[in-house]
């Protein structure tokens, strides 16, 4: 590209030299250069406003027809323009694809600002929480979405990563699930997805073994009563059929365990209220658990020992405790063969209340160990089953720790033992 300015010098030497010629004509030569100087002024003043007009029409494409320096100006500025609008026009396109891909999304999609006020939503959100386009923008989420699950959920932050749970504002009849997600600076993202079809299945499912437990429930208490009956009368007949008889009325109990497991275990699920804050004498509900253990042990000679804070009691739902402590308490006796340790521990330090139960049985492979809490999940179906197992134990234990914020850690090692513990926190202690 040729230099621009060339072109320039050469201008301003010939206006010098038309000047100096003037001069010498008039024989006045400040008075030629003074001319000369209006002259060039004149030009550049000229060119300055052909660019002022030409930045003013907005109309890129006309670009002024300038020589020299002005040529250069015209040039680079209309340069600057086009890649300018192509940037523009990028960002539109993306814009646009943005909000089509948004629109589409069967979920309700909403970008919250740092003062919780709602800065962009998607279609969605109309239909699921009820927001609309024009006015809603600006406001504060909590001022439209009143719930005070929601409102809770909001404060918090989102339990960290938890979904809530909760009606859409719209309708009633429709569940949503919230998710509040934190992205770039100071800004959220709320995303609230239908699950009223999900939540409609697990509830058929709920009230499906609910229903079939319970109607097992009666006819099980008759066979078992007229089986004890049949086996109490000292008869001739029922002597004969006495092993029979026996294994009828040992299969009988376990399904009453079976189902009596269920029906605990439904109603954890179904109860989805916080449990009630009983002030429960857990030393006193120990002892009594460590003397079942000693019975369900019988001739097997376990040696259960129990050492326990006398003081240290809980806020809580004394029926679920008590069937949460028996389980693990329970399956250390069934898992640690005759004349073993199971050493039943109740304490507190900073952190809050424990309770641990240390046997020296059979262990769990580290592999099964996230697994245990499933629903019939067991390491060794057979031997679950000799030992009375009904595989629910500790699926029960799980839901009565979420009801009442503990946690269960499970530390275990094949042929050496297993150390069930359960952490509650500070304000669960009474
Ligand atoms: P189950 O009724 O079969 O005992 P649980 O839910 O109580 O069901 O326990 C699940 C499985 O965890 C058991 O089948 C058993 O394999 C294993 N388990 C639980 N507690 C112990 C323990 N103290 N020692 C060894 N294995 C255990």
Redesign the pocket.
């Known amino acids: 590209m040729p230099n621009p300015w060339i072109p320039e010098l050469l201008r301003l030497f010939w206006v010098l030299l038309a000047a100096t010629l003037l001069g010498a004509v008039l024989r006045n030569f400040p008075l030629g250069w003074g001319l000369g100087l209006v002259a060039y002024l004149g030009f550049h003043t000229w060119q300055l406003r052909r660019l002022v007009n030409w930045l003013r029409s907005g109309k890129t494409r006309n670009i002024p027809e300038a020589g020299g320096i002005w040529g250069e100006v015209f040039h680079f500025l209309y340069q600057r323009q086009r890649k300018h609008q192509q940037r523009k026009r990028q960002l539109e396109d993306i814009l646009e694809r943005f909000n089509e891909a948004t629109s589409a999304l069967p979920d309700a999609t909403v970008v919250i600002g740092r003062k919780d006020e709602i800065l962009w939503f998607n279609e969605a959100a109309a239909g699921l929480l009820g927001l609309h386009s024009s006015q809603d923008k600006g406001q504060a989420i909590d001022n439209l979405l009143r719930h005070p699950d929601f409102i809770t959920y909001l404060n918090q932050n989102g339990h960290g990563g938890e979904p809530l749970r909760m009606p859409s504002p719209v309708d009633d009849a429709l569940t949503l699930s919230v998710h509040l997600i934190n992205y770039g600076r100071d800004q959220r993202l709320l995303v609230a997805r239908d699950i009223s079809q999900q939540q409609r299945l697990e509830q058929m499912r709920r009230d499906f073994v609910a229903n079939v437990s319970h109607e097992l429930r009666t006819p099980l208490t008759v066979i078992s009563g007229f089986l004890e009956t049949l086996m109490d009368s000292g008869d001739e007949c029922a002597a004969r059929w006495q092993r029979s008889l026996d294994l009828m009325h040992q299969q009988a109990a376990r399904m009453q365990h079976l189902v009596a497991d269920l029906l605990m275990l439904s109603r954890l699920e179904t109860d989805r209220s916080s449990p009630p804050r009983e002030l429960v004498e857990v030393p006193a509900l120990l002892a009594a658990i460590r003397e079942d253990a000693q019975l369900l042990s019988g001739d097997k000679g376990h040696h259960v020992t129990l050492e326990a804070d006398a003081g240290l009691r809980l806020h809580g739902a004394e029926r679920e405790l008590y069937s949460a402590f028996s389980?693990?308490v329970g399956?250390?006796v069934?898992?640690?063969p005759a004349g073993g340790e199971v050493q039943i521990r109740w304490w507190r330090d900073g952190s809050g209340a424990h309770f641990s139960?240390n046997?020296s049985?059979?262990?769990?492979p580290p592999e099964?160990i996230p697994r245990?809490?499933e629903r019939f999940?067991?390491?060794?179906?057979g031997?679950?089953r000799e030992?009375g197992?009904?595989?629910?134990?500790?699926?029960i234990?799980k839901h009565v720790l979420t009801r009442h914020n503990a946690r269960l850690r499970i530390d275990?090692k094949p042929g050496r033992?297993?150390t069930?513990t359960i952490d509650f926190p500070p304000e669960r202690i009474a």
């Open positions: 389980n693990i399956n250390a069934r898992y640690t139960v046997d049985g059979i262990g769990i099964h245990l809490t999940y067991r390491v060794d179906t031997r679950s030992v197992g009904t595989g629910l134990g500790l699926a234990v275990s033992g297993s069930f």
